[in-house]
C-alpha cells in the first residue's frame, strides 16, 4: 500500500544522499512510455520478423536490405517520438548530482538517443545507435541523422545498389551491437571504472536477460551495494536487489528523484 512506498522509497531516497557514485541503468521500458516498442514484448515484432533476429550479422550477411529497412523504420520512428518523464528524470538526476559534488554515470543499453535528447551529458552507450553507421569495409564509424538515410529505402522496394554506402564504397551497416558481436572497448573500459566505484544503482526498465550488460547490476547486488529496479513486471534478477518499484518507470522515477 501507499504506507509501504513511502517507506522504501524514503529507504532508498537515503541511499541515493549517501552515495557519491550512482548508476542509473536504463533499458528499452525507458523509452516504453514515448511509444518506442521494447524488444520482448508484445511490440518486438515488425512485419513477420522477431527484432531480435534481425539484430545478427548473420541476418545482415542474408539479406542486408531487410536489415536496412528494419533500421530504417526505427530510425524514422524515433524521429517521430519525444523523450517522457524517465528520461527527463534522469536528465535532472544528473544535473542535481553534478551541483552536490556526485558522480552519475547513465548506462543505457538503448540505441534510440532519447536520453542525450532529453538532456542527459554523460551517457555511455552500451550496444551502439540507431543514428551511427559503421562501414563494413574500412570500419569508420559516422553520426548520421539524416531522415530518410538514402532515397532507397524511403522507397517501396530496394536494391543492395540503394542502401547507404561509405565514401570508400564498402556497405555501411548500423553502428549497432548485434547478438554475438563484442562491446566496444573503449565503452567496457568506462562501464567497469564506473562499477569499481558504484555505491547505489538503479536499473530502469530493462528485461535483465542480455548479457554482459545483465549481470552489472547483481555483481553490484553481491557487493552489498543498494540496487533498486523500476520495471513493470519481475525480472530473472528481481530477487538479487533490495528495492524493487513496480510501474512505469514514467511515473516512479520521476517520484523517486523529485
Ligand atoms: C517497462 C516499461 C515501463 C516495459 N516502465 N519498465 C552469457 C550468458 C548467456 C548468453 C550470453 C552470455 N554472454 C553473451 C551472450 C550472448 C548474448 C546474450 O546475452 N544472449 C541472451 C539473450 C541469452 N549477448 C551478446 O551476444 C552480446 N555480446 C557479447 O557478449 O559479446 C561477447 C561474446 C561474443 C560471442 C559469444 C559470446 C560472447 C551482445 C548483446 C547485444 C544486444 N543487442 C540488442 C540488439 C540491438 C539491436 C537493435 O536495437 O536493433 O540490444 S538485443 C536487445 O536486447 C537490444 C537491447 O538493448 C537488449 C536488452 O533488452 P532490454 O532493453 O532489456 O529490453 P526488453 O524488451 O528485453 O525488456 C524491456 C523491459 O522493460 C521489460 O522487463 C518490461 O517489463 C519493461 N518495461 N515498459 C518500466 N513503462
Ligand atoms: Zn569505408
Given at each position: 500500500g501507499d504506507r509501504d512506498f513511502m517507506s522504501?522509497?524514503?529507504?532508498?531516497?537515503?541511499?541515493?544522499?549517501?552515495?557519491?557514485?550512482?548508476?542509473?541503468?536504463?533499458?528499452?521500458?525507458t523509452s516504453a512510455e514515448s511509444g518506442v516498442p521494447t524488444f520482448r514484448g508484445a511490440g518486438g515484432l515488425w512485419r513477420t520478423h522477431q527484432a531480435t533476429e534481425l539484430a545478427t550479422n548473420a541476418a545482415f550477411t542474408r539479406d542486408p536490405v531487410l536489415v536496412w529497412q528494419f533500421y530504417?523504420?526505427?530510425?524514422?520512428?524515433?524521429?517521430?517520438?519525444?523523450?517522457?518523464?524517465?528520461?527527463?528524470?534522469?536528465?535532472?538526476?544528473?544535473?542535481?548530482?553534478?551541483?552536490?559534488?556526485?558522480?552519475?554515470?547513465?548506462?543505457?543499453?538503448?540505441?534510440?538517443?532519447?536520453?542525450?535528447?532529453?538532456?542527459?551529458?554523460?551517457?555511455?552507450?552500451?550496444?551502439?545507435s540507431l543514428y551511427k553507421v559503421r562501414?563494413?569495409?574500412c570500419h569508420k564509424v559516422t553520426e548520421n541523422?539524416?531522415?530518410?538515410?538514402?532515397?532507397?529505402?524511403?522507397?517501396?522496394?530496394?536494391?543492395?545498389?540503394?542502401?547507404?554506402?561509405?565514401?570508400?564504397?564498402?556497405?555501411?551497416?548500423?553502428?549497432?551491437?548485434?547478438?554475438?558481436e563484442s562491446l566496444e572497448d573503449d565503452v567496457l573500459k568506462k562501464v567497469g571504472q564506473a562499477l569499481d566505484r558504484c555505491d547505489c544503482c538503479m536499473v530502469i526498465g530493462t528485461s535483465?536477460?542480455?548479457?554482459?550488460a545483465a549481470m552489472?547490476?547483481?555483481?553490484?547486488?553481491?557487493?552489498?551495494?543498494?540496487?533498486?529496479e523500476f520495471n513493470l513486471e519481475s525480472?530473472?534478477?528481481?530477487?538479487?536487489?533490495?528495492?524493487?518499484?513496480?510501474g512505469p518507470a514514467g511515473k516512479t522515477l520521476p517520484a523517486i528523484l523529485e
Open positions: 522504501k522509497t524514503a529507504k532508498f531516497r537515503e541511499a541515493l544522499a549517501r552515495a557519491k557514485s550512482i548508476i542509473a541503468l536504463t533499458g528499452a521500458g530504417h523504420y526505427r530510425r524514422e520512428l524515433v524521429f517521430s517520438k519525444n523523450p517522457n518523464p524517465a528520461h527527463h528524470a534522469l536528465a535532472d538526476f544528473e544535473e542535481k548530482c553534478k551541483h552536490s559534488g556526485k558522480q552519475f554515470h547513465l548506462i543505457t543499453q538503448n540505441v534510440d538517443g532519447l536520453h542525450q535528447r532529453a538532456g542527459s551529458q554523460n551517457v555511455l552507450e552500451l550496444h551502439g562501414c563494413t569495409v541523422q539524416d531522415s530518410p538515410i538514402c532515397e532507397g529505402l524511403a522507397g517501396q522496394t530496394t536494391t543492395l545498389e540503394e542502401l547507404p554506402h561509405c565514401e570508400c564504397g564498402g556497405l555501411l551497416r548500423p553502428h549497432i551491437v548485434w547478438f554475438g535483465s536477460v542480455v548479457y554482459p552489472f547490476a547483481p555483481e553490484l547486488a553481491r557487493r552489498g551495494v543498494p540496487v533498486a525480472t530473472p534478477e528481481t530477487g538479487s536487489f533490495q528495492f524493487v518499484f513496480e
